[in-house]
């Protein structure tokens, strides 16, 4: 994924998959290729304890072991699993507990986090920068459903966004504001576009409100943050969460650990291509004179002064956004708590892709206090982004 694009708003025609309903599972039917005697291939989640797990019981609670075995199935989403156990198990002895347990903390009580178990750590190609599955469970996919001869439904690509809210997605406003709602549908949980065989569902749902910033210019791209308010609420689960929003005293620093992702472009222009597994790329941030002073290098003239609406990331050859990447989540891992991460920016605009000039992101840090007056005001719960 590289940069969104010069200063120019450009339409997306990168097609999803179309949505699917049921269990995206291949059950017990996959085939056997290179599995011992009495085992056979199946989805990791449905594998327990090296056994096949049949009663349905704690599937979002995904504990497998893996081997070598998962190299020996045609699909590799697909582990060798025995059909049987070799063996009966002796239940454990169970031991009376005085402890007090304490209610479970709920998934909106962690924002910012994403899947770090096994599963998500084998559920990738790791190839070209490609994210493991449910690592950045707030990002999301913006569509427009399209008709094609009043037969068959299309799920065009607009543009990314993140989960702030079961209910609320935050976005670029040049991806939407001149886009009707009920066109406009919005996909979280997704990983792999072009496959169904995720250990976790994606979700849709319909578009019922774009609020768009007041202070977006459509030539500038000045306060270019838009909120999409959803008809009805995802679910939180494993694969979808909300990401935190930092407070408007946060202090952004080149030394934070930040991450851009995205379904977008690999280059720039006619050659480049969209990427169908989510892509992840780490930038660092740049102080806005540096930024500028790059900027000013290009064709915008040495007159050019950047908005302080807006930050920038990147500048390193080869690593950056780019088109189709637009509304997409730039998040930066928090100083005490590494493993969670804030959202600062939403990719925004840049000049050509992959090359030494940093790419300009909305910031949330100056418009966080928008985003809460619109929470404010829909009368909307604004623990999902808290800390």
Not at 201 to 226: C, M, W, Y
Not at 285 to 299: F, K, Q
Not at 369 to 377: H, L, P, Y
Request: some cysteine.
């Amino acid at each position: 994924m590289l940069k969104y694009l010069g200063l120019l708003v450009l339409k997306f025609v990168a097609i999803f998959s179309a949505p699917y309903t049921g269990v995206i599972s291949s059950n017990l039917n996959p085939g056997t290729t290179g599995c011992p005697a009495g085992s056979v291939c199946v989805s990791f989640h449905l594998c327990r304890d090296d056994t096949v797990l049949k009663d349905g019981s704690g599937l979002l609670e995904s504990r497998v072991d893996y081997d070598d075995g998962a190299a020996e199935c045609i699909n590799f989403l697909e582990i060798c699993c025995r059909l049987y156990d070799s063996a009966p198990k002796q239940p454990a002895p169970t031991i009376p507990s005085t402890e007090v347990k304490s209610e479970p903390k709920k998934l909106y009580e962690t924002c910012g986090t994403g899947i770090v178990d096994e599963i998500s750590l084998k559920i990738t190609a790791d190839r070209d920068s490609e994210t493991t599955f449910g690592e950045f469970p707030w990002m999301v996919a913006i569509v427009a459903e399209q008709m094609i001869e009043k037969r068959m439904e299309l799920n065009i690509y607009q543009c990314g966004g993140s989960l702030i809210h079961p209910e609320v997605v935050l976005t670029a406003a040049h991806c939407v504001f001149d886009k009707s709602s009920t066109i406009l549908k919005v996909r979280a949980g997704e990983w792999d576009t072009q496959s169904n065989e995720e250990p976790f569902p994606h979700q849709d749902r319909f578009v019922s409100l774009i609020v768009i910033n007041e202070g977006f210019n459509k030539d500038t791209l000045f306060n270019d943050i838009a909120l999409l308010i959803m008809a009805s609420p995802f679910k939180l689960a494993e694969n979808v969460r909300t990401v935190c929003l930092p407070p408007p005293t946060y202090a952004l620093s080149s030394n934070l650990n930040c991450v851009a992702t995205g379904w977008g472009k690999d280059r720039y222009g006619k050659v480049g291509k969209f990427s169908t597994v989510l892509k992840k790329v780490d930038l660092p941030l740049v102080a806005s004179d540096v930024c500028e002073a790059n900027l000013r290098s290009t064709r915008l003239g040495p007159y050019f002064e950047l908005h302080d609406s807006f930050l920038c990331a990147g500048g390193e050859a080869g690593k950056d956004t780019c088109k189709g990447d637009g509304g997409s989540p730039l998040v930066c891992a928090m100083v005490e708590q590494p493993e969670r991460y804030y959202q600062v920016g939403v990719v925004a605009w840049g000049i050509g892709c992959g090359d030494d000039i940093p790419a300009v992101y909305a910031s949330t840090v100056k418009t966080r206090e928008w985003i809460d007056e619109q929470f404010s005001r829909y009368a909307l719960d604004n623990k999902y982004y808290l800390k």
